[in-house]
């Protein structure tokens, strides 16, 4: 174990050695390389993975979590479709629900998230377990690949259904699926093998989309496809196959994407997750080509979804679909709040942010991360499909063996790598972007930063830096939209005088030196966040935090709380009226009970509500929304 005097002792190269990364880190094979380059530098730069370590916290446990999740099932089942489908044995017991052999989406996670969600969560810890499982699936399913390239885990007919026009699910999306897992493994965890498949099949592809006019084409871009092209977009810079980019401009969409390149809002009944996956392939597409076109849809797709079609947790989606702008009201259901969607919102807004780095970007990317994903994963790993927005419902998480939404891919995906967003840095220093329980590993710079913290618990954070020898450099903090006055930043316990406001970020710029620390006072309060089109409906944020009512957990059988259905139908279960909750002139209608355990209460039509974060609820009815009256309603001395 290196001691701190030795680290002390060292840095560049020999910092490194002394600890400045995860020693799995320093053994792993170098990723895929890109041949070509990007054209838009980035104006701030994520960490690799494995640079930034989880510390003790909730988002340590959902990682713990997943990987217990991602562990326990077998390579075989995983691979039992696509041996079935490629003339192979195969006699263990299938899998279930969308990974069903009667099912026309099995392969997406199976072949798919599973892979990328392996590949991050070995790129976050190095665990070589996890790296090994994942290496095993790709050569069992290179096993599976036919020699003309296609790989799958149902018949070419699917495809052949799709060019027809004939009725058949995605074949398309699950082929985005494919491509990114393959890829994922080649980036993060060094397999030669997977760049080979990814590439064969992507080249089987290519050959099936140049079949098709442009008409027929068009068609073909009606049905769901995920990022087929931001993969292809990834093969190009790989390998500089200048096939690839042209089957890559063939998903443009002129349909979705004109509209947004002039700044507007033609959304309303569109199928929601559709569309967030092209917009981060457009994302994509402008750092590898710099076509500012590309920038402006996706800036303008950001900021319309952001704006004016999300609920109060930044999540969206009502029945899968978006509505009209500004219209939320009528969308509060048992099937609201789509993950998918908060999952791909998450990756579109770290793009934007490496552009242009602003606080209002994190500020989003914070409530969405605190309440649209944090608290979709129940205790056993499990995930969710929806957030139910309307009120008595509860929250439906998959089965181990038999549910394999999409939604449980793409969280099996978050868990895997959520510090990915908590530093980033530029040429004259530091970004610390969310107050999560972490360590900073940076060699180059001889810096090891610690943040200690227990937010939102705490209402703030203690950064601790040490370094091989003093150095000057920025430290960005991000000062967030929702802090209240009495913030406070100090350093080695000084307090520091600033001109920055909520919303933006404070830069201390100094020589810093070995043993600094750095102390946040974040203080938080209640703040209303109704509906555009309903002012009398609305949720309550503390801090970041979207707060929910606890409603019991009367007519909820033990066998309610995970389905294995193909969708989690809340149509079955009976719901409640939304609470209703009074508010005297100048108060706000909820009350401290116990800020230090986030807990809250509101005075109810039938008496007294409480309340407490929304991810904190589980395995019981709830509610976001409330009705809010005047108190002289109920009181009419008041």
Same mark, same amino acid.
């Given at each position: 174990?290196?001691?701190?005097?030795?680290?002390?002792?060292?840095?560049? #190269?020999? /910092?490194?050695?002394?600890?400045?990364?995860?020693?799995?880190?320093?053994?792993?094979?170098?990723?895929?390389?890109?041949?070509?380059?990007?054209?838009?530098?980035?104006?701030?730069? #994520?960490?690799?993975?494995?640079?930034?370590?989880?510390?003790?916290?909730?988002?340590?446990? &959902?990682?713990?979590?997943?990987?217990?999740?991602?562990?326990?099932?077998?390579?075989?089942?995983?691979?039992?479709?696509?041996?079935?489908? /490629?003339?192979?044995?195969?006699?263990?017991?299938?899998?279930?629900?969308?990974?069903?052999? +009667?099912?026309?989406?099995?392969?997406?996670?199976?072949?798919?998230?599973?892979?990328?969600?392996?590949?991050?969560?070995?790129?976050?810890?190095?665990?070589?377990?996890?790296?090994?499982?994942?290496? /095993?699936?790709?050569?069992?399913?290179?096993?599976?690949?036919?020699?003309?390239?296609?790989?799958?885990?149902?018949?070419?007919?699917?495809?052949?259904?799709?060019?027809?026009?004939?009725?058949?699910?995605?074949?398309?999306?699950?082929?985005?699926?494919?491509?990114?897992?393959?890829?994922?493994?080649?980036?993060?965890?060094?397999?030669?093998?997977?760049?080979?498949?990814?590439?064969?099949?992507?080249?089987?592809?290519?050959?099936?989309?140049?079949?098709?006019?442009?008409?027929?084409?068009?068609?073909?871009?009606?049905?769901?496809?995920?990022?087929?092209?931001?993969?292809?977009?990834?093969?190009?810079? @790989?390998?500089?196959?200048?096939?690839?980019?042209?089957?890559?401009?063939?998903?443009?969409?002129?349909?979705?994407?004109?509209?947004?390149?002039?700044?507007?809002?033609?959304?309303?009944?569109?199928?929601?997750?559709?569309?967030?996956?092209?917009?981060? /392939?457009?994302?994509?597409?402008?750092?590898?080509?710099?076509?500012?076109?590309?920038?402006?849809?996706?800036?303008?797709?950001?900021?319309?979804?952001?704006?004016?079609?999300?609920?109060?947790?930044?999540?969206?989606?009502?029945?899968?679909?978006?509505?009209?702008?500004?219209? @939320?009201?009528?969308?509060?259901?048992?099937?609201?709040?789509?993950?998918?969607?908060?999952?791909?919102?998450?990756?579109?807004?770290?793009?934007?942010?490496?552009?242009?780095?602003? &606080?209002?970007?994190?500020?989003?990317?914070?409530?969405?991360?605190?309440?649209?994903?944090?608290?979709?994963?129940?205790?056993?790993?499990?995930?969710?499909?929806?957030?139910?927005?309307?009120?008595?419902?509860?929250?439906?998480?998959?089965?181990?063996?038999?549910?394999?939404?999409?939604?449980?891919?793409?969280?099996?995906?978050?868990?895997?790598?959520?510090?990915?967003?908590?530093?980033?840095?530029?040429?004259?220093?530091?970004?610390?972007?969310?107050?999560?329980?972490?360590?900073?590993?940076?060699?180059?710079?001889?810096?090891?930063?610690?943040?200690?913290?227990?937010?939102?618990?705490?209402?703030?954070?203690?950064?601790?830096?040490?370094?091989?020898?003093?150095?000057?450099?920025?430290?960005?903090?991000?000062?967030?939209?929702?802090?209240?006055?009495?913030?406070?930043?100090?350093?080695?316990?000084?307090?520091?005088?600033?001109?920055?406001?909520?919303?933006?970020?404070?830069?201390?710029?100094?020589?810093?030196?070995?043993?600094?620390?750095?102390?946040?006072?974040?203080?938080?309060?209640?703040? #209303?966040?109704?509906?555009?089109?309903?002012?009398?409906?609305?949720?309550?944020?503390?801090?970041? @935090?979207?707060?929910?009512?606890?409603?019991?957990?009367?007519?909820?059988?033990?066998?309610? @709380? +995970?389905?294995?259905?193909?969708?989690?139908?809340?149509? +079955?279960?009976?719901?409640? #009226?939304?609470?209703?909750?009074?508010? &005297?002139?100048?108060?706000?209608?909820?009350?401290?009970?116990?800020? &230090?355990?986030?807990?809250?209460?509101?005075?109810?039509?039938?008496?007294?509500?409480?309340?407490?974060?929304?991810?904190?609820?589980?395995?019981?009815?709830?509610?976001?929304?409330?009705?809010?009256?005047?108190?002289?309603?109920?009181?009419?001395?008041?």
């Amino acid at each position: 174990m290196t001691t701190r005097r030795d680290f002390l002792k060292h840095s560049g #190269a020999a /910092a490194a050695a002394l600890g400045m990364a995860p020693a799995a880190a320093q053994v792993r094979p170098p990723p895929a390389r890109a041949v070509i380059g990007e054209a838009v530098a980035p104006v701030e730069r #994520a960490f690799a993975l494995d640079q930034v370590e989880l510390l003790d916290g909730p988002f340590r446990q &959902a990682r713990d979590r997943d990987r217990r999740y991602l562990m326990s099932i077998p390579n075989d089942r995983l691979l039992h479709c696509f041996r079935i489908t /490629a003339g192979l044995p195969s006699t263990v017991a299938p899998l279930g629900g969308w990974e069903s052999p +009667h099912c026309e989406l099995r392969g997406h996670f199976a072949g798919g998230h599973y892979l990328s969600a392996c590949a991050l969560l070995y790129a976050s810890t190095g665990d070589e377990a996890v790296r090994q499982k994942a290496d /095993a699936l790709v050569a069992g399913l290179a096993r599976c690949q036919r020699a003309d390239g296609y790989l799958g885990a149902y018949p070419v007919s699917f495809y052949e259904r799709l060019g027809r026009g004939e009725e058949v699910w995605v074949p398309l999306y699950t082929a985005h699926k494919l491509l990114a897992g393959q890829l994922d493994m080649a980036r993060l965890c060094g397999n030669a093998q997977a760049l080979q498949v990814a590439t064969r099949f992507a080249d089987w592809l290519g050959a099936w989309i140049d079949s098709f006019d442009d008409t027929q084409w068009q068609r073909i871009l009606t049905v769901e496809f995920g990022a087929v092209h931001e993969s292809l977009w990834e093969l190009y810079r @790989l390998g500089g196959d200048t096939r690839y980019r042209r089957w890559a401009l063939r998903f443009e969409q002129a349909s979705l994407l004109d509209p947004l390149a002039d700044g507007r809002d033609a959304l309303d009944d569109l199928h929601a997750n559709t569309q967030i996956p092209k917009i981060v /392939a457009a994302a994509r597409a402008y750092e590898i080509e710099g076509d500012t076109r590309q920038r402006r849809i996706a800036e303008s797709f950001w900021s319309i979804v952001t704006q004016h079609h999300a609920y109060a947790t930044g999540g969206v989606s009502d029945y899968e679909r978006f509505g009209r702008p500004d219209h @939320l009201a009528g969308r509060l259901s048992g099937h609201s709040h789509e993950c998918c969607c908060s999952y791909n919102l998450l990756k579109l807004t770290r793009h934007l942010y490496g552009w242009q780095p602003q &606080a209002a970007l994190m500020d989003y990317y914070e409530r969405v991360l605190f309440n649209a994903r944090l608290g979709t994963q129940d205790e056993a790993g499990m995930m969710m499909y929806f957030v139910p927005m309307d009120a008595g419902y509860w929250k439906l998480f998959n089965t181990p063996f038999d549910s394999f939404w999409c939604c449980t891919g793409t969280g099996a995906e978050e868990f895997a790598k959520s510090q990915d967003s908590i530093y980033f840095h530029d040429d004259a220093g530091l970004s610390v972007n969310l107050y999560i329980a972490s360590r900073l590993h940076w060699p180059e710079q001889g810096l090891r930063l610690t943040q200690q913290t227990r937010f939102p618990d705490e209402q703030g954070s203690t950064l601790v830096l040490e370094l091989a020898q003093p150095r000057e450099f920025d430290l960005r903090l991000r000062i967030p939209g929702w802090v209240q006055p009495g913030w406070q930043v100090a350093v080695n316990g000084q307090p520091q005088t600033t001109t920055a406001t909520p919303g933006s970020y404070l830069r201390l710029r100094r020589r810093w030196a070995d043993g600094d620390r750095v102390t946040l006072r974040l203080p938080m309060a209640l703040q #209303a966040a109704p509906l555009p089109d309903e002012p009398s409906l609305q949720a309550m944020r503390y801090g970041p @935090l979207v707060l929910a009512v606890r409603m019991g957990t009367d007519g909820i059988a033990p066998e309610q @709380l +995970h389905v294995s259905d193909q969708r989690p139908s809340l149509n +079955h279960i009976v719901g409640r #009226a939304l609470p209703s909750v009074y508010f &005297a002139p100048n108060q706000s209608w909820v009350t401290p009970q116990d800020e &230090a355990r986030l807990q809250f209460s509101a005075e109810g039509i039938d008496g007294s509500l409480a309340l407490i974060p929304l991810n904190r609820i589980v395995h019981e009815r709830y509610a976001v929304y409330c009705r809010v009256r005047p108190q002289w309603e109920k009181n009419p001395q008041f």
